[in-house]
């Protein structure tokens, strides 16, 4: 079984930085790409970024030289630091893993962490 466990989200004033974490454990043989979503009131759950196995990385534009995603291989970990916040980066973040586990490749998500950007 595996599980993923994210942290770092709460309230921050605009211009503020958070940076959330997301720790997957289980019954893991790898790790390929990771990645943060993010699902606002009203709106569709949207890519935030994303890092692959080798280190690539992509962005949405609307948080590009903002954000920045990172991973710790060794603690089967992803980061996602943000800084210069706004209120329209208020939403739910969702982290998003796919691993090979004994059943073979799949795609497994966080619970949600809670980011609310307001003074």
């Known amino acids: 079984q595996v599980q993923l466990v994210e942290s770092g989200g709460g309230l921050v004033q605009p211009g503020g930085s958070l940076r959330l974490s997301c720790a997957a454990s289980?019954?893991?043989?790898?790790?390929?790409?990771m990645g943060w979503h993010r699902q606002a009131p009203g709106k569709q759950r949207e890519l935030v970024a994303r890092?692959?196995?080798?280190?690539?990385?992509n962005y949405a534009d609307s948080v590009k030289g903002r954000f920045t995603i990172s991973r710790d291989n060794a603690k089967n970990t992803v980061y996602l630091q943000m800084n210069s916040l706004k209120p329209e980066d208020t939403a739910v973040y969702y982290c998003?893993?796919?691993?090979?586990?004994?059943?073979?490749?799949?795609?497994?998500w966080g619970q949600g962490t809670q980011v609310t950007v307001s003074s």
């Open positions: 998003n893993v796919d691993l090979m586990v004994p059943e073979g490749l799949r795609d497994y």
């Open positions: 890092i692959t196995s080798g280190g690539s990385t």
């Open positions: 289980g019954d893991i043989f790898s790790i390929y790409a």
